[in-house]
């Protein structure tokens, strides 16, 4: 199957401070890529649709100013988490679509914040 | 967003057992998947389902896409260690959007 890979895979940062993940598709072109947060031992949640070279749609109750999410190019996009806070300590995954097939995913982030 | 109903949510069988496990939706879907995700990992997809009755096999493990194409199962055989993880089911209606189901944690005891 297809690769997706993010980076990087695990960060702790200091309150306050922003934080960029980055999601790659690496054998593929990637016109749409999904931001999701996952809490343990629960199922995926969708932050965030990216569509190349567009503004990404964002959820209900997912804040924008908050988690930046840009994607400039058919290969990678990007979520800045900024001025992060304990409570956004969580795991953060990705994933891209080849056409309008299967959804690949990312390996997952696990960021921190102290 | 919408989840999937999945169940059940958790098993707990011997080594060698067969697992079963379901996804069912209040509307249609066109295309069904299956993903199995470790610990800090992220979901790996196992099968892919784009036709209603559609069966299809990846080693021990096989899905089918439901008739009435609100439905979903996936079947492990002669279950083994590894076969421990989280396993999540996504369907995706007309449009570019997925759900995802809630989840089956599976615990294989040797």
């Known amino acids: 199957g297809a690769v997706v890979s993010q980076h990087p895979s695990r960060v702790i940062c200091k309150s306050g401070t922003s934080v960029k993940i980055e999601c790659r598709s690496l054998d593929f072109q990637a016109t749409t890529m999904f931001w999701y947060r996952q809490f343990p031992k629960q199922s995926l949640m969708l932050m965030a649709t990216?569509?190349?070279?567009?503004?990404?749609?964002?959820e209900q109750g997912v804040e924008k100013d908050k988690f930046l999410i840009n994607h400039a190019s058919l290969t990678l996009s990007t979520l800045t988490v900024t001025s992060a806070h304990p409570e956004d300590s969580s795991f953060y995954i990705c994933?891209?679509?080849?056409?309008?097939?299967?959804?690949?995913f990312g390996e997952g982030s696990r960021l921190t914040v102290l | 967003g919408q989840q999937l109903n999945q169940s059940p949510q958790s098993m707990f069988i011997q080594e060698g057992e067969d697992v079963s496990m379901n996804c069912t939706s209040s509307s249609i879907f066109n295309t069904w998947l299956w993903y199995k995700q470790d610990p800090g990992e992220g979901p790996v997809l196992l099968i892919a389902l784009y036709k209603a009755g559609e069966l299809t096999s990846n080693g021990r493990l096989t899905a089918q896409f439901g008739i009435t194409r609100k439905d979903s199962f996936l079947n492990i055989s002669a279950s083994i260690p590894s076969d421990v993880g989280i396993y999540f089911c996504a369907g995706r209606p007309i449009g570019n959007q997925f759900y995802f189901g809630t989840g089956t944690s599976l615990t294989v005891i040797p």
């Open positions: 994933s891209a679509r080849e056409g309008a097939g299967e959804l690949f």
């Open positions: 990216s569509n190349e070279g567009s503004k990404a749609t964002y």
